[in-house]
């Protein structure tokens, strides 16, 4: 029997993956269960298993940086090394865009060669020559190639001499980032490009927030066996004011505003030096116990590694808290297609000023980041302004129990 394997789909926006590595190749026994491959989303990376077992026969879509669509069948498993199997390729795309159409066929790369932009034109080189001249620190626009139409070859670069000056040393240790944050670099980069950002600051007083936490905190542990911290309860108040102000409560994306009646807050979690966005769905019909055992429940899972891709996606708006770490604040790179995100620093004590007399207080920072194309400023505005009303009187959080 032949089996086929397919590039899945991880995730209602997820039209394409990237199959980054097979964890087997052809002729090896297979079980059910076994990881195959690794499959990189616009989320991060993720292993998939095998659901059948037998010998994987054939291998449809090498590993590699091309966009293979979902669905597509990218190899066979067969009961046996006997059976004959389908001798088909992958159609797929290329995650970058490769020559324009106007280019001139002499200035074609050869295969497998690096091309380069610079102010006095493009610059090819070999794999081995551009290898050899990062280690060395040489500045590769200062090297007349010998290679075939001018091209830097490895010959090229012995005998070179490094650039004079350079802030580089022996002792330079050069640290490739992991594809998770590969994939966090780029959309925050594209977020930044594409997306209109201003900010709105806001100071919160918390003493009231601090109160109730420790009158619940004992019941919600009793009843959900999880613990309530400031982060579940500023969830739960972001959810409100994001029911009052649904305009926050979406996305944009190539021109389309998609308003949801869910609303799905992201929480920005590290894992190491990774950086990954769980999504609580639905915290309009959760209590703060539900939250907090919501919240528990995805962190324990990035932090094991174990978190799934539906987990996720589908975040209409995030949160990205610090308060343990003791920063007074700072502002987030919205998280497109998002429409904004709130940074919440520590809770401080202040000196603030109250009927004319200065006291000290509990004062939590926070900033929000708005997409100017979509939200203005005053609805910005009303949106944090409520925010800070709920958790300065936080009892409403408790309407429906906890």
């Not at 962190?299 to 987990?311: E, F, G």
């Not at 996720?312 to 003791?326: A, C, I, R």
Request: glycine fraction near 8%.
């Amino acid at each position: 029997m032949i089996t086929k394997i397919i590039m899945p789909k991880l995730g209602e926006t997820m039209d394409f993956g990237i199959l980054i590595k097979w964890h087997k190749k052809e002729g090896d026994m297979i079980k059910k269960g076994d990881i195959l491959f690794e499959i990189e989303t616009d989320k991060a990376v993720f292993e998939h298993e095998a659901t059948e077992g037998g010998y994987l026969r054939k291998i449809l879509a090498p590993a590699g940086e091309d966009l293979v669509k979902v669905l597509a069948v990218v190899g066979y498993i067969a009961d046996s090394m006997e059976e004959p199997v389908p001798d088909q390729k992958v159609e797929a795309e290329k995650k970058v865009t490769g020559k324009k159409p106007d280019e001139k066929k002499e200035s074609l790369p050869v295969k497998g060669e690096k091309v380069f932009e610079h102010d006095k034109g493009r610059i090819f080189i070999s794999p081995l020559a551009k290898k050899m001249a990062e280690e060395a620190d040489i500045d590769i626009s200062t090297i007349t190639g010998t290679g075939p139409g001018g091209r830097i070859v490895a010959r090229d670069i012995k005998g070179v001499t490094p650039m004079k000056g350079s802030d580089f040393k022996e002792d330079t240790e050069i640290k490739k980032l992991s594809r998770v944050n590969k994939i966090t670099a780029e959309r925050l980069t594209q977020s930044k490009a594409t997306i209109p950002h201003y900010y709105i600051f806001e100071k919160i007083e918390m003493s009231e927030v601090i109160k109730l936490l420790g009158q619940i905190k004992k019941g919600i542990k009793d009843k959900y066996s999880a613990r309530l911290t400031y982060t579940d309860i500023i969830l739960k108040a972001l959810s409100l004011s994001l029911h009052k102000y649904p305009d926050f409560n979406g996305t944009y994306k190539d021109g389309l505003l998609k308003l949801s009646s869910s609303i799905n807050i992201g929480l920005a979690v590290a894992s190491g030096d990774e950086l990954y966005v769980p999504v609580i769905k639905n915290t309009q019909n959760l209590t703060l116990g539900q939250v907090a055992l919501e919240r528990a429940d995805l962190i324990n899972a990035v932090q094991d590694k174990k978190i799934t891709p539906d987990k996720l996606s589908g975040g209409t708006f995030t949160l990205s808290n610090m308060g343990n770490t003791g920063l007074a604040g700072f502002t987030a790179i919205i998280n497109p297609p998002e429409l904004g995100i709130l940074a919440v620093g520590s809770t401080l004590k202040e000196p603030v000023v109250l009927e004319d007399k200065i006291i000290i207080s509990d004062i939590m920072n926070v900033t929000l980041s708005c997409d100017h194309r979509v939200i203005n400023g005053i609805y910005g505005a009303s949106f944090i302004l409520y925010f800070k009303e709920v958790l300065e009187s936080p009892y409403i959080l408790l309407s429906g129990g906890y």
